[in-house]
């Protein structure tokens, strides 16, 4: 599978982008997805994951309430709307898929980077002040 992330761009703090996970060459539909950010001289961090189904989900503390992560197993897509975006959020965001398992409860999402195996490019998200 492959994995590509978009949806990235300068945004004025206050404001909205949604990032789109889209995949390629197989289905998504029993994967645990997760998106990741990577600021310069930082490491990577974990920023939202979401189980196969949709209905475990997971966010870092920085982000909940004006991050939503979603999917459409039909569209083998995986969205992130971020609102509210704050100067600390810029980075170069990735999603990746946690292929090494296939979860078929909907139970599943793994938080840490090394859970996912398959990772797409990353879309820089730039939040001026």
């Known amino acids: 599978v492959q994995l590509q992330a978009s949806g990235g761009g300068l945004v004025q703090a206050g404001g909205s982008l949604r990032l789109s996970c889209a995949a390629s060459?197989?289905?998504?539909?029993?994967?645990?997805i997760g998106w990741f950010r990577q600021a310069p001289g930082k490491e990577r961090e974990t920023v939202s994951c979401?189980?196969?189904?949709?209905?475990?989900?997971y966010y870092r503390d920085s982000v909940k309430g004006r991050f939503t992560i979603s999917r459409d197993n039909a569209k083998n897509t995986v969205y992130l709307q971020m609102n509210s975006l704050k100067p600390e959020d810029s980075a170069v965001y990735y999603c990746?898929?946690?292929?090494?398992?296939?979860?078929?409860?909907?139970?599943?999402?793994?938080?840490?980077?090394?859970?996912?195996?398959?990772w797409g490019q990353g879309t820089q998200v730039t939040v001026s002040s």
């Open positions: 990746a898929a946690a292929v090494g398992v296939a979860d078929f409860s909907g139970t599943y999402v793994p938080e840490a980077p090394h859970g996912y195996q398959k």
């Open positions: 979401i189980s196969s189904t949709g209905s475990t989900t």
């Open positions: 060459g197989d289905t998504l539909e029993y994967h645990a």
